[in-house]
C-alpha cells in the first residue's frame, strides 16, 4: 500500500538529511531491515491516532530547532554523590576522556560501533528486536528510524549483580546538534543493574534503550531529562520480561519545549513485575507526552504505571497509556493512574487511559484526573503560619510523592525531591496566587 503524498514527503526530506547507513554485518543486515520498514510505515503525523495529541512536526523536520544548552549554575550535577561508572556523551557522540574504564565486575560494555565489527555479537539478536516486535498494534515510525540510523550507543551485557550502576550522561553544546543513540542492554538470569541516565543531550533527540530482562534479574532505571528551555525529545523504551524478573523505570521532566516518552514493556514470563513512573513540571512553552503500552503476555504478573504532571502558564501534559491482558494472562495485577495539577487556568492536560482484557481472572484499574491545588489545603497550611507560596509547594510536592516514592533508591528518591523543591522556588513567583 502506497503512503499517502503528505508522508512520503516527509519522510524523503527527513531521509536527505540522514548519512548514508552504517555498520558491517549484523548491523548492517538491522540497519538495512528497519530501513525497508520505515519506507512503508513513513513518519508519524498529527492525524494518527496515537499522535493526535503531539505534533510532531518538528521530530521529522529535515534539521533541529536551534536550541540553547542551559547552565544550571551552583546546582550540583545528578547522581554525583553515587558510586558509578559514568558514560558520558557530548551532543550525541561519545567522549571518552569524560568517560569511565568501560570494564567493571558484573557486566560488560561495548560502544554500538566497535561491536558493529563483529562477525558474531549477542547483541544481534536484540538490536532492533524488541522496537521491531513494539510495532504492533501501533506504529512507532520515529523508533524504526532510531534503528536505521542512530549514530552511537552502548551495549551493556550484566552477567550477574552489577558492583554499581551504570550512568549515561548527556551534554548539551552546539545549538543545532541532533543526536540519534541506541543503547541496549541484556541481563542474564538472576542479574541485576541500575541504569542512570541525566542530561538533555542535544538540540534534538531520538534514543532508543532495548532490555531483554531475563528469568529472576532485575533492571532499575532512572532518568533526568534535564532543565535545557528549548530542547526536543523522543525516547523509546523497549522491554521484555522473562520469569519472576522485575523493572522499574521512574522519569523527571522539568522544562524542554517538546517531550515524547514511549514505553512498550512485554510481560512475557509468569510472575515478572514491571513499574513504570514519571514526574513532569512544565511552565510555558512545555509540551510533554508519556506514551506507554504493557502487555501481560503470562501468567500472575504486575504492572503499575504512575504519572504525574504539575502545569502552569500554558504548558501543556500528554497520557496515552494501555494495558493489554491476554487470554493465557491469569492471575493479572494491573495498575494505571495518570494525575495532573494545574496553577493556572491556561494549561491543558490530555488524557487516553485503556484496558484490553481478554483473560477472565485479572484484578486491573485505571483512572486519570485533573484539578487545581486543595484551596482547603491551602488555608490550613497557612492558618498554622505557612505562607501561601511555600504552602502551594508543599502540596505539589505531596500530589508527585506517588510518583517518587516508585524509586527504590531512597538517597536518589530525597535527591530527586530537592530539585523539585528548588524548580519550585524559581518558577514559584509565576504561579497565580
Not at 215 to 233: C, M, P, T, V, Y
Not at 247 to 269: K, Y
Request: with cysteine; glycine share 8%; charged share 25%.
Amino acid at each position: 500500500m502506497a503512503l499517502p503524498k503528505a508522508k512520503e514527503d516527509a519522510l524523503s526530506a527527513r531521509l536527505a538529511g540522514l548519512p548514508a547507513l552504517s555498520g558491517k554485518g549484523w548491523l548492517a543486515a538491522a540497519r538495512a531491515d528497519a530501513l525497508t520498514r520505515l519506507q512503508a510505515m513513513g513518519l508519524p503525523a498529527k492525524r494518527d491516532e496515537y499522535w493526535r495529541y503531539t505534533d510532531p512536526t518538528s521530530l521529522n523536520a529535515a534539521d533541529p530547532a536551534p536550541a540553547k544548552s542551559f547552565n544550571p549554575g551552583d546546582e550540583a550535577p545528578p547522581f554525583d554523590s553515587l558510586d558509578r561508572l559514568k558514560i558520558v556523551f557530548v551532543d550525541g557522540v561519545f567522549d571518552p576522556k569524560a568517560s569511565d574504564d568501560l570494564s567493571a565486575e558484573g557486566i560488560r560494555i561495548e560502544r554500538l560501533s566497535d561491536a558493529a565489527a563483529a562477525d558474531i555479537h549477542w547483541a544481534q539478536g536484540l538490536y532492533g528486536a524488541l522496537e521491531t516486535k513494539g510495532q504492533s498494534p501501533v506504529q512507532r515510525p520515529l523508533a524504526t528510524l532510531n534503528t536505521a540510523f542512530a549514530t552511537d550507543g552502548v551495549l551493556i551485557h550484566v552477567t550477574a549483580k552489577a558492583a554499581k550502576p551504570v550512568s549515561l550522561v548527556y551534554i548539551h553544546n552546539s545549538e543545532t546538534s541532533d543526536a540519534i543513540l541506541h543503547h541496549c542492554v541484556k541481563l542474564d538470569s538472576g542479574a541485576s543493574l541500575t541504569l542512570l541516565e541525566n542530561g538533555p543531550a542535544a538540540a534534538r533527540l531520538n534514543k532508543v534503550i532495548e532490555v531483554d530482562v531475563g528469568d529472576d534479574a532485575s533492571f532499575h532505571h532512572i532518568r533526568l531529562q534535564g532543565r535545557d528551555h528549548e530542547r526536543r525529545a523522543v525516547t523509546h523504551l523497549f522491554a521484555r520480561l522473562g520469569a519472576r524478573s522485575e523493572l522499574r523505570s521512574f522519569t523527571l521532566t522539568a522544562n524542554g519545549r517538546l517531550t515524547r516518552n514511549e514505553a512498550v514493556i512485554d510481560l512475557t514470563g509468569p510472575d515478572a513485575r514491571a513499574h513504570l513512573a514519571g514526574a513532569a513540571v512544565g511552565d510555558g512553552e512545555f509540551h510533554h507526552d508519556d506514551t506507554v503500552f504493557i502487555t501481560h503476555g503470562a501468567e500472575a504478573c504486575e504492572s503499575r504505571q504512575v504519572f504525574k504532571k504539575v502545569l502552569m502558564n500554558g504548558a501543556v501534559g500528554v497520557f496515552q497509556g494501555k494495558i493489554l491482558v491476554k487470554q493465557s494472562a491469569q492471575k493479572t495485577d494491573g495498575y494505571q493512574i495518570s494525575q495532573s495539577l494545574m496553577l493556572d487556568e491556561d494549561s491543558q492536560f490530555l488524557a487516553k487511559p485503556e484496558l484490553e482484557i481478554y483473560a477472565d481472572d485479572v484484578k486491573c484499574s485505571h483512572g486519570s484526573t485533573s484539578g487545581a491545588i486543595d484551596e482547603t489545603a491551602l488555608f490550613y497550611l497557612q492558618s498554622r503560619g505557612v505562607p501561601r507560596r511555600a504552602a502551594q509547594a508543599l502540596l505539589v510536592l505531596a500530589f508527585l510523592a506517588e510518583a517518587i516514592q516508585e524509586i527504590a533508591d531512597d538517597e536518589i528518591a530525597e535527591d530527586i525531591r530537592v530539585r523539585l523543591e528548588g524548580w519550585l522556588a524559581r518558577h514559584g513567583n509565576k504561579v497565580r496566587v
